[in-house]
């Protein structure tokens, strides 16, 4: 073969080979024909006819591969365990909650999974629960968690264990009357304000009633609603109360608000008593009980008729404690505190505001930052502390401590036990003693003022100090500007 095509005519001419690879024709030398050009030329060709040829073969190949593949029958798929009845139901009637199967991919045999069905055990637990939830309130309408307009709730809570319950004021107002039963202690905690009244009744329940209504400005000066709600807890004997403006309203918006509420509480005699109230008048009367305590933020307190600890914190407002039987603490911000017939030890403390304390029985500490003290008919030890202001005694019995930074200190019908210590800067000091001369001691100083004693007939006067040895028990007195006088 390969001598035939040796011996064989040469049909295609250079030129017709040149003209197919692009390349001029070349004149024969002699009987070779010879060209760089040409050899060139026809070298390329063939390196991209064998590149060319090789990407053909390569596509072709993985299209066979790819049909072979394909052909194959798909794997055989497990068969899938028929639901019974009960499942099926359940899976058919599911609830908008649940998510739906994804859609079947092709080639793939896909099955929903069936929805577990709750026990017959676990439903009748639950059926038992709600049960009981239901129970707890047989009386308490729908409007009580969802009030609106003119609304009265009426409710009677004789139930053991922890309760929970909450009402909200979503327009115009609320007015609640409800009981409770098997109540020691009552916790009333006001984050918005209101009045808060507490009474003492011959009854085994805790009457509680209320009356809401909020008032707003907005920032747009338009006049709106506030929507504030009230819940309560019950649990082991304690009734807590909390009134506290809703978390969902838009009350930040507010410049402000007015609160146009009432609470009252008319409790047994043996309730203990705790209120915390952000701003308005609180009231309690007739308790007899282990102890009263009130914290009032902006607003007049009065306790009355009290057998038991009063522990009274008032910010802003007045202060009036009457006929109280047991230690007292008070402490004020800004305001005049009123204690009158008091039985017990009392510790009272006022920044800005008078202190007036009248037939008290036990002893007192009482400090003043500004403003006058005036003590009258204290049986029972003194010791009182002013910065600005005077501080009056008037017909008392027991040992007196005084300090005084800028006031004058008077002492009408004192009677001493054991002492008197009196220490002023700037001021006069005026005593006028109960006990006999012969029974006092006195040593007396001062920087600038003069000293004078005057009692029984005995007079001395100094403008330094005044010591006198006699009695057991002793006066002392030292001012640093001021005049002294003792009678």
Known sequence: MFQQARTEENKTSVQEVCQWIGSAAILPVGEKWTSKALI??????????????????????????????????????????????????????????????????????????????????????????????????????????????????????????????????????????????????????????????????????????????????????????????????????????QFSENPHSFLKLFKYHKSLSHFSFEVPAHTNIKINNAFGDVVVKGIESDFCRVINGSGNTTIENVKAAVEVNNKFGDIKLQYIEGATDIESGSGEVDVSELKGRAKIRNKFGDISCEHITGDMVVTDHSGEISLKDIMGNIEAKNTFGDVTLRKSS????????????????????????????????????????????????????????????????????????KGKIKVKAKSASGSQLFE
């Open 40 to 241: 060139k030329k026809l070298l390329s060709k063939k390196i991209y006819l064998m590149i060319s040829g090789l990407i053909t073969t390569t596509t072709v190949i993985s299209v066979l591969m790819y049909n072979t593949s394909a052909g194959k029958p798909d794997a055989i798929a497990k068969p899938v365990k028929k639901l019974p009845a009960i499942e099926q139901t359940a899976f058919h009637h599911q609830t908008a909650k649940q998510v739906k199967p994804p859609h079947e991919a092709p080639g793939k045999n896909n099955v929903p999974m069936p929805v577990k069905k709750a026990k017959a055990s676990e439903q009748d637990s639950l059926l038992a629960v709600r049960e009981a939830k239901e129970a707890l309130f047989t009386k308490v309408s729908e409007e009580e968690t969802s009030a609106s307009g003119n609304t009265t709730v009426q409710a009677a809570e004789n139930t053991t264990g922890s309760v929970k319950r909450k009402w909200l004021v979503k327009s115009g107002d609320l007015k609640i009357d409800t009981l409770f039963a098997r109540v020691k202690t009552v916790e009333f905690i006001s984050k918005i304000g209101n009045e808060v009244s507490v009474s003492a009744k011959e009854s085994n329940h805790i009457h509680f009633s209320a009356y809401v209504a909020m008032e707003g400005k907005s920032k747009c000066n338009s006049s709106d609603t506030i929507e504030p709600e009230i819940s309560y807890e019950l649990s082991d004997s304690v009734l807590k109360i």
């Open 398 to 469: 027991g040992n007196v401590s005084v300090e005084s930074s800028s006031g004058t200190v008077k002492g009408e019908e004192v009677e001493l036990k054991e002492f008197l210590d009196v220490n002023s800067k700037f001021g006069d000091i005026q005593i006028q003693l109960k006990n006999k001369l012969e029974d006092l001691s006195f040593n007396l100083s001062s920087q600038f003022g003069d000293i004078r004693i005057n009692k029984e007939g005995y007079t001395q006067k100094s403008d330094k100090e005044v010591f006198i040895s």
